[in-house]
C-alpha cells in the first residue's frame, strides 16, 4: 500500500510517529530506514515530540535510587513511568547526570573497584543513555596524570549534525593559570583538542549545566574577586556547540553582585532562566528569565515565597513546558518533599513523592531516535 502514497506524503506522516513505532519501521524497507536514521529527520521529527520530565531520587525508608518519568502534558503527574537503569550507568560509582539534551542523558563517574576511587586516576567514565530507544554509549575520559588541576564537563547535541558532543574544561593554577579544553564527538568516537577562544581567567562553575538551542550554559563566578575581597563578579559561561567556541554572558548587576552559591541556572522550554535566592536557608527563590537572548536582558517573573509552615527550604529543580517550577520542600527529619508551585494561585501541590533531602534531580527531556544508528 505504500507504493502508492508519495514518499514524500510518507515522511510527512512518519514526522509525527512515536519513536517506538519508528524503531519498528526501520526494518520495513531500506528506503525508510534510511529516512529514519537521516540527521535532518531525526531533528525535525523531534520538534513534534512531547517533553518528559525525568526525575532521579532516593527513597527515604528503601534508601534505594529511583528514576521516574512524567509525560508532561494535561494529564501531569499522573502519566508516570518507572525507568530501569541500564547496567553501564549501574555500574558507574558515584554517578551524577551532567545534564540532557536532545532525548539523551549524559551520566558521570567512574568505572573500576569502589578501593580506587579516592585515586580516581584513569576510572572516569561518561554515559549517554536515550531512555526511549533504551541504547547507551560509554565513553572513557582522557587520563589525567597531573592532579593540580580542576575539570568541568559539558553535554549537548549539536542541532545541525545531531551528533553528542561533550567538552571537557580543564584549569590548571600551580605556577600560572591555562586552561585546556577538548572534545569528544560520537561520530567521531575521538577526543581531540581545542586550540582557540578558550576562557582567557579563572572561573568557578557552580550546579549544572542548561542546553539551549546550541548553547551549553553554566553559571560561574570570578573567583578572585573573592580572594581579595571584591565585590562579586557572577556570569554565565557559555559554550557554542556547533562552532565550539566558548562566550561570556553578562548578568544585570543584580544577579552580577549576588552571592554564587545563591544562584542557579535553568531553563523554561527553550528560554534561560536564573533562579536566584533570598539567602542561605532559601525561604525564596526569584525566578529571571533572558529576554529573546539577548545579554543582561534578565526579566524577573515572579518570586516563589511564603512555603508551608513546616518547610525548612525550598529548592527550584527545573519547570514543567507550562512555566511552573518543579520544586524540592525540606522538612525537619532530613526528608524532602515534591511539589509544583502555581505562580498564578501561590500555591503548591503535592505529586506524592517523598526523598531524602537533596537527592532529587529533575532533568527535562523529548524521545527522539538520536544514537539509533
Not at 512531547?50 to 528514576?67: A, C, F, G, I, M
Not at 578558550?198 to 542548561?210: D, E, H, Y
Not at 519547570?319 to 517550577?325: L, T
Request: a neutral charge; aromatic letters at 12%; charged letters at 25%.
Amino acid at each position: 500500500m505504500s507504493d502508492r502514497i508519495p514518499f514524500h506524503i510518507q515522511e510527512e506522516i512518519m514526522k509525527r510517529l512515536p519513536v517506538k513505532s519508528l524503531v519498528q519501521f526501520r526494518s520495513v524497507c531500506k528506503e525508510w530506514k534510511s529516512l529514519i536514521d537521516n540527521s535532518k529527520f531525526i531533528a525535525v521529527h523531534s520538534v513534534t515530540q512531547q517533553q518528559h520530565l525525568l526525575l532521579r531520587y532516593e527513597d527515604p525508608v528503601e534508601k534505594s535510587e529511583n528514576y521516574v518519568s512524567f509525560v508532561d502534558d494535561d494529564t501531569f503527574p499522573q502519566r508516570r513511568f518507572v525507568h530501569t537503569l541500564p547496567l553501564s550507568v549501574k555500574l558507574l560509582l558515584g554517578s551524577t547526570i551532567v545534564g540532557s539534551s536532545y532525548g539523551l542523558l549524559c551520566f558521570r563517574g567512574h568505572s573500576g573497584k569502589r578501593e580506587d576511587l579516592w585515586t580516581k586516576l584513569e576510572t572516569e567514565t561518561v554515559v549517554l543513555w536515550n531512555p526511549s530507544i533504551r541504547k547507551t554509549i560509554t565513553i572513557p575520559m582522557p587520563n589525567k596524570f597531573n592532579k593540580d588541576h580542576e575539570t568541568d564537563l559539558g553535554f549537548g547535541v549539536c542541532p545541525v549534525t545531531i551528533d553528542p558532543k561533550i567538552v571537557e574544561i580543564t584549569q590548571f593554577h600551580k605556577t600560572s593559570y591555562h586552561c585546556e579544553a577538548k572534545v569528544y564527538t560520537v561520530s567521531s568516537g575521538k577526543w581531540r583538542n581545542l586550540t582557540s577562544n578558550l576562557p582567557s581567567k579563572q572561573f568557578r562553575i557552580f550546579w549544572a549545566q542548561v542546553v539551549v538551542d546550541r548553547f551549553i550554559y553554566w553559571c560561574a563566578f570570578d573567583p578572585m574577586t573573592i580572594e581579595n575581597e571584591l565585590p562579586n563578579h557572577n556570569f554565565i559561561m557559555l559554550f557554542d556547540i556547533t562552532n565550539e567556541n566558548f562566550g561570556v554572558v553578562e548578568l544585570p548587576d543584580r544577579l552580577r553582585r549576588h552571592s554564587p552559591s545563591q544562584l542557579c541556572i535553568s531553563k523554561v522550554r527553550e528560554s534561560l532562566v536564573m533562579l536566584e535566592y533570598d539567602s542561605f536557608v532559601k525561604r525564596a527563590c526569584g525566578v529571571w528569565m533572558m529576554e529573546n537572548g539577548v545579554e543582561k536582558s534578565f526579566t524577573k517573573r515572579f518570586t516563589v515565597m511564603d512555603p508551608p509552615y513546616w518547610s525548612k527550604s525550598i529548592t527550584t529543580l527545573g519547570f514543567r513546558k507550562s512555566g511552573q517550577p518543579i520544586m524540592e520542600l525540606e522538612n525537619a527529619h532530613e526528608q524532602s518533599e515534591l511539589v509544583v508551585y502555581e505562580p498564578y494561585a501561590e500555591r503548591f501541590d503535592d505529586i506524592g513523592i517523598y526523598a531524602i533531602t537533596e537527592s532529587f534531580v529533575v532533568n527535562s527531556y523529548i524521545e527522539t531516535l538520536v544514537l539509533l544508528g
